[in-house]
T-cell receptor, first 118, second 115 residues
Framework: DTGVSQNPRHKITKRGQNVTFRCDPI?????LYWYRQTLGQGPEFLTY????????KSRLLSDRFSAERPKGSFSTLEIQRTEQGDSAMYLC????????????????FGPGTRLTVL | GESVGLHLPTLSVQEGDNSIINCAYS??????FIWYKQESGKGPQFIID?????DKRQGQRVTVLLNKTVKHLSLQIAATQPGDSAVYFC??????????????FGSGTQLTVLP
């Protein structure tokens, strides 16, 4: 399977605990995005990487959230001191840069990590 | 702030009929639009996209229409099948600057295909 993969698929944690999610983008893609989706709503943008550089961050990304993409391949999203309001589906997407031989701009999504904070 | 919205939250169609899902967008600067399909418990799946220099684009059983005058987007699904049952989102962004941009999604339309 050459699509975007995310791990874990489900995470249940207690309030106050830290959690970390991983995203592996499509191998040809150098752009990577994190979104959050709550029930009945569309995904909301959190942050974006081009290679290893984090270029955009939403105001939704509070100080408790941190994302990294150290080698320009996989990315991690960490939430510290989780709150019940953090319960959501966390989606990762990737796209190719302009000029690439593959289709550009289109963001392809992974299956998501569903976080439940008790 | 500006956002993408959908006219109808739910749509039920008979199997074999055509479906039309509508979307209104408010950011006149947006130049790239995408339709995604999301099944329960899964991530959004790319269906079809269209750039603002086009008004129609066809795929396999799907057609996207863009009316920039009234800032309206629609997704037409021909011969709707049970497997088409899902939530459909439209999303908009601005790509003409050459940099990647975040997608702005609407709240989605639940399509139910009746036997």
């Amino acid at each position: 399977d050459t699509g975007v993969s995310q791990n874990p698929r489900h995470k249940i944690t207690k309030r106050g605990q830290n959690v970390t999610f991983r995203c592996d983008p499509i191998s040809e893609h150098n752009r990577l995005y994190w979104y959050r989706q709550t029930l009945g709503q569309g995904p909301e943008f959190l942050t974006y990487f081009q290679n290893e550089a984090q270029l955009e961050k939403s105001r939704l990304l509070s100080d408790r959230f941190s994302a990294e993409r150290p080698k320009g391949s996989f990315s991690t999203l960490e939430i510290q001191r989780t709150e019940q309001g953090d319960s959501a589906m966390y989606l990762c997407a990737s796209s190719a840069r302009q000029g690439a031989r593959v289709r550009t701009d289109t963001q392809y999504f992974g299956p998501g990590t569903r976080l439940t904070v008790l | 702030g500006e956002s993408v919205g959908l006219h109808l939250p739910t749509l039920s169609v008979q199997e074999g009929d055509n479906s039309i899902i509508n979307c209104a967008y408010s950011n006149s600067a947006s130049d790239y639009f995408i339709w995604y399909k999301q099944e329960s418990g899964k991530g959004p799946q790319f269906i079809i996209d269209i750039r603002s220099n086009m008004d129609k684009r066809q795929g396999q059983r799907v057609t996207v229409l863009l009316n920039k005058t009234v800032k309206h987007l629609s997704l037409q699904i021909a011969a709707t099948q049970p497997g088409d049952s899902a939530v459909y989102f439209c999303a908009e962004t601005l790509i003409s600057s050459g940099s990647a941009r975040q997608l702005t999604f609407g709240s989605g339309t639940q399509l139910t295909v009746l036997p």
